[in-house]
């Protein structure tokens, strides 16, 4: 039987481009961060996991368990770094969860970081295409904006849906944004300007894709002995985490636009944490791009097949809409440093369950759900998170 | 309280210069003879965790949990790859066991893979070296060798130890590794042999560093619920699991020949098995280098520091006697394919508690501890097995 997990802890730097400070000082800038507003001493943390994807080809450094344990001045615990594509953070979170419902630890961290902006353009882009297969499609010259793209126009086109409507998620999302201090992008852009941005591949334009940019998260996960040794005002618990696979390649699976792993993984973590699709107050979707925000609406179950963009315009999204989702910029505008992104996702679930999202605050918002992609969905991470005070 | 986690399921590939096989091929192979000796269906399996460190750097292949498991034909399963440098291996084998003890996972396997052979061995050594400290140590020009090359001189003039002392370690893996199918170097070498081979980085030479090779080795693990529905002749119980990390970087260290981060593993996972030093029936030590195989067998307890070279030039490592180590050859000549390494020790170890080691076997060996390090010992994974039947 798991014992339960909380979370006390979240910190984050800023997303952006951090040219005055490398991989290592973000990562420990987050988790000392964490520690701070857990109230805990940093020398009770057990293990540390890092969520990370590229640091050994931008950076050639690996090994960041042993070297953030070190710089953050906890060396000695239990550490590694785990990589999912874009899902490294939240699988990550997903190992530091396991580790404290198997009882061996009692307080672990999970940060996640990714430095993107000080590598050339063309090498994070190629670093970036390592999450799908080298030998069958990469090294054709296939990208993560290109595959994608293929997903947007069968969606388009099979239900006849106009690419305004999935543009808007983007909109959306800017407008979350502009409120968050660790926001990339605090501004408000309008559907014109993101239809009328340039062509990346067609149809995706510029203002549909997730930033780069460099950014780390942080989250300190304890036992339910660790909460009665170390109180604490806002407590928030770790009620389902789930991860699953689909088969690597879009072009191996019967249907692009299938999303069977997907709702697995949703189901699974539902099913363990006994809620059903409408008592989730706050979703975070991993809008790489604005299909995939779209077509995660419809797998979750807040809309049918081809109606999700139908939430997004109708302001559904929004704080006291239907499903108030990314509502601190999620991919888009709060930004993508892939593998922090997936503990970024669960930090902004842990500020609306405390009542600290600011302007985008959810009214008495007690449940959370976190949606994190690795590759096209070949890696699906999903966290269920409760307010417990 | 953690449930209990078995080893019922080993395979591997031989290690060696696999030019005809990719890094998937080999990750499937020994994957899919850990579950054919499991005498399960591979559809039992609910997780899988990848031991790698360097294949986005030599493969430019990331996102290996998704790949692996789509091409051993389990999409689906919860998947990620585990990086802690050559320690990869031995630290995915404590994911799996902490995956398995939460009680969330029933069947989860552990592959650990690399593949090193078809890069330029300059790119290898870069590689290997984002192990270390890429902005304060690596830029320098240091390599693993050359750092080894500092401790073994500075052990040697401490302790006033002779280098074939030492050096003897070599000699006896590769008397160990003759018999094993699974070894890269299947023949004996002499100390003149040894001490004659070319100098690396003195005082190391060649014929007493661990080679590069590709190779894959898998365990399946399983909860006491499933081994009742899945019964099986030749069970082991996983009995102490820990991992540790050190100051990352050698000269950061007070001493550098200090193991007190290794001790604290070793002592964790012994107090977690409820075993003495010399309940300690096999072991496997990491020797990178000779030196790390002598100052392991100090730490871990088996001799003083500074004597721990007699045991072996007195012949206490082999079957028989005081401590048998590497009895299949260790990283020296059964092999090290870096983040396969751990996984390959914990098999080893596997292999002699089910009596299955060929003319390596202990007589009644019970329990075994696997020792895997990454980097300079800046992260320590232990694993204590014990034999069930």
């Keep these: 039987m798991a014992g339960r997990v909380y979370v006390i802890g979240a910190g984050a730097t800023k997303i952006g481009e951090h040219w005055d400070k490398s991989l290592r000082e973000l990562a420990v800038e987050a988790l000392l961060a964490a520690v701070k507003d857990a109230g805990i001493s940093k020398k009770e943390i057990e293990a540390l996991y890092v969520g990370n994807m590229m640091s050994g080809q931008l950076q050639g450094q690996e090994h960041l368990g042993a070297l953030v344990a070190t710089w953050a001045g906890i060396p000695g615990v239990a550490a590694c770094k785990v990589e999912a594509a874009c899902a490294s953070g939240g699988v990550a979170f997903h190992q530091a969860y396991l580790a404290v419902a198997s009882g061996l630890y009692d307080c672990v961290a999970v940060v996640g970081v990714e430095k993107m902006t000080d590598a050339l353009p063309s090498d994070v882009t190629a670093a970036l295409a390592t999450a799908e297969d080298q030998e069958y499609v990469v090294f054709t010259g296939a990208s993560f904006v290109g595959l994608n793209a293929l997903l947007y126009r069968l969606y388009l086109e099979k239900y006849g849906v106009k690419q305004e409507n999935v543009a808007s998620f983007a909109v959306h999302c800017h407008k979350m944004a502009v409120a968050n201090p660790y926001a990339q992008f605090r501004r408000a852009v309008s559907l014109e300007e993101v239809m009328s941005s340039p062509l990346i591949a067609d149809p995706i334009r510029l203002l549909e894709c997730a930033p780069v940019g460099d950014g780390a998260a942080a989250l300190i996960l304890c036992s339910e002995d660790f909460l009665k040794r170390n109180p604490h005002d806002e407590i928030v618990e770790v009620i389902g985490s789930s991860v699953a696979t689909n088969v690597l390649s879009v072009h191996e699976r019967k249907d692009p636009l299938d999303a069977a792993a997907f709702r697995r993984a949703v189901e699974a973590a539902m099913r363990m944490s006994r809620v059903e699709v409408n008592d989730i107050d706050v979703l975070e979707v991993h809008d790489a791009f604005t299909i995939l925000g779209v077509l995660s609406l419809e797998v979750t179950g807040f809309a049918p097949r081809g109606e999700g963009s ?34 970024y996702q669960i930090l902004d679930v842990v500020l609306q369950l405390r009542g600290k999202a600011g302007p985008s605050q959810v009214s008495e918002a007690e449940i959370g759900m976190a949606q994190n992609f690795g590759g096209v969905a070949g890696t699906i991470a999903v966290n269920v998170l409760k307010r417990v005070r």
């Design 310 to 343: 139908r939430l997004v315009v109708e302001g559904e999204l929004e704080p006291g809409g239907k499903i108030p989702t990314n509502t601190l910029g999620g991919l888009k505008a709060r930004g993508h440093p892939v593998g922090a992104t997936g503990v």
